[in-house]
């Protein structure tokens, strides 16, 4: 058992207070697909990773992309840049409606391919991590259940609808894969005109040893 210990002097000078830990800068992770890859020219089995920040220039249209923390050399660099301005640089030609810009984009890629085994069908566009945190990946297990769905993704990349494709056989396991997937952000896809256009994703919830774990109301 865990005991602890209460300190009147802590209590009672502030000196003695442990500093506050540091705010972390939270950055969006975006993931890219395999599409994405090809939509950059990158290699098919290219790794590594960097963080792009895309700044406006001056009054002007222009937009510049600054690569930093880069891992995997100047292709990465490069990839990384094409795809975060290809897929949010016509977020600078929008005003807010005080007229103000949005706000300047910084996000970290992760260029990583995806095991073969992986089945999912963004619909062009490129999986977010908006908390800044990496998704977790696992192996699958026999006794795995698994929800597919297809949820409709508007031009900003938000989900606007969700159903389900492919029953896990539990109709508590389907509902909350739908939570967890109206709950996802996306960079849009974008047409041949480089304009953010509506899609579909398609992909699924694995549920491991038969445990739901229920959301937070």
Not at 193 to 206: L, N
Request: charged share 20%.
């Amino acid at each position: 058992m865990w005991h602890h210990a209460l300190s009147l002097l802590a209590l009672t000078d502030p000196t003695q207070l442990p500093p506050a830990p540091a705010k972390r800068e939270i950055i969006p992770i975006a993931l890219p697909t395999a599409q994405d890859y090809a939509l950059v020219m990158l290699r098919a089995d290219a790794i590594g990773e960097a963080i792009v920040t895309i700044a406006q220039r001056g009054d002007t249209d222009q937009i510049d992309c600054t690569p930093t923390d880069i891992v995997g050399g100047r292709d990465i660099a490069v990839a990384s840049c094409k795809l975060i301005m290809s897929k949010m640089g016509w977020v600078l030609a929008v005003r807010r409606h005080d007229g103000n810009p949005l706000t300047v984009p910084k996000m970290r890629v992760v260029w990583e391919p995806a095991p073969s085994s992986f089945r999912s069908d963004f619909g062009r566009t490129t999986p977010l991590a908006v908390d800044g945190n990496p998704p977790i990946t696992g192996t699958t297990r026999p006794t795995d259940l698994t929800s597919d769905y297809i949820t409709d993704i508007d031009a900003t990349g938000r989900p606007t609808s969700c159903r389900i494709k492919k029953s896990s056989g539990n109709r508590e396991y389907d509902d909350t894969s739908c939570l967890v997937a109206m709950g996802q952000r996306y960079l849009p896809a974008i047409n041949s005109a480089g304009q953010p256009v509506p899609t579909q994703v398609q992909s699924w919830v694995r549920w491991r040893d038969r445990e739901l774990t229920t959301p937070a109301k």
